[in-house]
C-alpha cells in the first residue's frame, strides 16, 4: 500500500470472473474511495469491467452477512462461531454415524475457483467428509472440457488455450468473452487482444446462435442452430482430408489415430452438416480451407457448446481440427499455460485416464474427477434406500439458481435433515440450512488465482494480499474450511483448524522432498518447513509451490527464483512469458501419444446421427458484464438500468406468436413454466429465444434486497436432468420450448 495515513492505495486482481483483471483501490480509512484498472498490470494493463469497479460495493453491502446464522424455528438468528460450529457438530456427525458418509452430500460453485482458501481447502474438506456425493459447478459448465483432455492427452487437467495473442485466426464456439470476461480462457482485455489479431491480418469467425457482442466485433459471424456444432466441426474435419490439407507437422512424431479419424469423417458432409446446421457447405468447406491456410489457428468453444447435448464432443473436436492443422501446441495456435505455481512435467501416468470409476446410486451416472453431475442430486436426496443423502454441505454455491430442475432441486434441498452453507449471503440456497457461516468479506481476504493461471493466455503470477483486516474474531475462509474438516473427521468442534493446517503443509513438504528427481528432492523436510515457518494457511501452500516450482527458487538453489516474497515486492505481478511448447513432455497417456480417437468419444457419434433436428422453438442462455452467474444482482451499480432478465425474441417468431416488446410471455417447458418480459430483436437467429441465466431472487427468506426489487426469472425452472453422457454436464442450452403471449 501507499500513500499517507489517511488516503492510501492497494493493488490487487479482481476476483469476480475469470478475467483476473488487476485494480488500484483507493482508500480513505477502511473506506474504499474509487477502484480503477491497474495500469501497471503485467497482464491486465488497466483493463477492468463495471464488476471489478463494484468490488467495494460488495464488500460494504449491508446484506452481507457478517455473523454465523443458526435457523431456530422458522428464522435465522446470529450466534457466535463457537455456537455455530457446535451446531454443525450435533447437526452432521449424527447422520453420518447413523445413515454413513454417502449420505452427505458436498456442493462447491464457482466462487471456489475464484478465492484462494476455496481453490486450496476443497480438497481437505471433501476428504474428511469421504462422501462419494460430490457436486460442483463444473457440471453445468465445462466438464467436457476436462473429459476431451483427459482421454486425449491423459490427464483432465491439461486444457489448451488459444494462443489470443499470436494467432491469425480464431474460432470462437458459444463463446462471448467481451462479455463473460474470458472462460477457460484467461485473457483480461479480450476486445483488444481481437482487435489485435485483425490488426495483424487475421481472422476472427464466431459461430452462435445470436449476434452477440463477440459476434459484432468479429470479421464474421455465422448463425448455427443449437446443439449442430459437432455436425460442422465434423464436416470440417473431412474437408481436410478431402483436400490434401491435414498436416500435423510435428505432432505427428506423438499422435495416434489419425487413421480411424479419417475413416471417421467420411460420415460427415459439409452437405449432410449444411442440412443439420443451417450453414452453407461451401461456407464450411471455406473454414476449413482458411483455418489450414493461416500462418496460425485455433479454435475456442465454450459454455454454449459445452452446456449442450454433445459438449464432450465440441470440446474434442475444437483440439482435433488443431491437431489437423498442426496447431496444437506451437505459437498462434493450441497452447497450455505453465503458470508460476505449476509443477514440474511428471510423465505417463502409468495407466489410462477415464470416467465411469463408480456410478451414481440412482440413475448409474458416471463420475468424472471424482464428482457426479449436479443433475442427478434432487435424485440422491429424494430416492430412499442406502446411500441416500440427507445432509449436505455447501461452498460459496447456489446450485437452486444454478442447476436444472431448479424447482425441483430446491424442493429437494428442503426436506434435508441438515445443511451448513459456506457463504456470505442467506440467497435460494443458503435459505435451506440449518447453519450459514460466512467468509471474510472479499477485500478482507488474500487473492491468488490458482485454478485459472492454469487457463492464461500467458504465464503470469500475481499475489494480493488483504486490502482490509478482518475483525479480530472473525476467522478466515480456510479456517472455516479445516475447521468443518475436524467436524467430519471426528475430532469435534473445539479442534483446532491450525493443528490440521500444519499437517497438511507437512505433508506436502514430505512429499515435495521424496519426489524423484524433483527441486528438493532429498532435501530435510525439517529445513523447508522452518523456511515456511513465517506464514499460516494459504500463503504457506502458495510460497511451498511456488519455490518448489517450475520458476521457484527452490529454497536457495535459485535464488532468482520465484516466491511469495518476491511476488510482494511486486503487486503489478510478475510477467513469466507466452506459453512454449511443451509436449510430448507433458503427455499423461499410458503410450506417450495424443490419442485422437478415444473409443470412449467414437462410441459417442452414432448418438449424434441418431439424434432428430429439432422442429420447435429452444432455449438458448446469454450474460450480461454486470453480473457473472447467480452472482452481484444484490449491488445497485451493477443492477440499475433497463430490465436485464428479458425473453429475447427474433422479430419473424414474435410476429407468429403474438408477442410484443415490453409485454409478457409464459415460457414452457417440459418440467416447468416461467413468465418474463418480452425483447424483440434481431440479434437471434429465427426459432430461438434466449432468458439470461442466474436469476430469479424471489424466493421468500432471502436477504439480498436489492436483488428482491429486480429478482427477475430463473431460466433453469425449464431445464430437465438431461446431460452429455460422456461428462454428465448438464444440458442448458437448446432446450424445447413452447412460447404464448401472456394477457
Known sequence: MTGNSDTREAFRTCPLCEATCGLKITLSGDRVVRIVGDREDVFSRGFYCPKGAALGALHDDPDRLRRPLVRRGASFVEVSWADAFAEVDQGLVPIMERHGRDAVAVFSGNPCAHTLSGSLYMRPLVRALKTRNIFTASTTDQMPRHVSAGLMYGAAGLMPVPDLDRTHYLVMMGANPL?????????????????????RGGKVVVLDPAETRTARAASEHHRIRPGTDPWLLLAMARTLFDEGLVSLGRLADFTAGLEVIEETVRRFSPERAADRCGIPSETIRRLAREAAAAPSAAFYGRIGVHAAPFGTLNAWLA????????????????????????????GPSGRAWQPGRWHS????????????????MADEIETPGGGQVRALVTVAGNPVASAPNAA??????????????????????????KVILPPPGPLAASHYDVALYNTAVRNVANYSPPVLPRNDDH?????????????????????DPQALDDFIITQAVQAAVAEPGGPLAGRDPGEILDALAGRRGPERQ???MFRNGLYGDGFGRNPDGLSLDKLEAHPHG????????????????????????PQWIMNDLPRLEAGALLDTLVLVGRRHIRSCNSWMHNIQTLIQGPERCTLLVHPEDAARLGLSAGGRARISSRVGVVEAPVEIGEELMPGVVSLPHGWGHDAPGLRMSVAGDRPGV?????TDESVDPLSGNAVLNGIPVTVEAVG
Open 179 to 199: 462479455v463473460s470476461g474470458g472462460s477457460l480462457c484467461t485473457a483480461p482485455g479480450f476486445s483488444t487482444r481481437l482487435k489485435a489479431i485483425k490488426d
Open 361 to 376: 446410486r440412482v440413475k448409474g451416472l458416471p463420475e468424472v474427477i471424482g464428482e457426479f453431475p449436479v443433475a442427478t
Open 542 to 544: 502458495i510460497d511451498l
Open 574 to 597: 510478475l510477467d513469466l512469458g507466452p506459453m512454449k511448447p511443451v509436449l510430448p513432455e507433458l503427455l499423461r497417456t499410458t503410450s506417450g501419444r495424443i490419442q485422437l480417437a
Open 408 to 433: 425441483r432441486l430446491d424442493r429437494a434441498l428442503s426436506g434435508l435433515d441438515f445443511t451448513v452453507s459456506v457463504d456470505f449471503y442467506l440467497n435460494e440456497t443458503t435459505r435451506h440450512a
Open 714 to 718: 430463473n431460466s433453469n425452472i425449464l
Open 475 to 495: 476467522p478466515d475462509k480456510w479456517e472455516i474450511m479445516l475447521k468443518l474438516a475436524l467436524i467430519a473427521s471426528g475430532q469435534g468442534p473445539d479442534a
Open 319 to 346: 483440439d482435433l481440427l488443431c491437431v489437423l492443422t498442426g496447431n496444437l501446441d506451437r505459437p498462434g495456435g493450441l497452447m497450455f499455460p505453465r503458470p508460476g505455481h505449476i509443477g514440474r512435467p511428471s
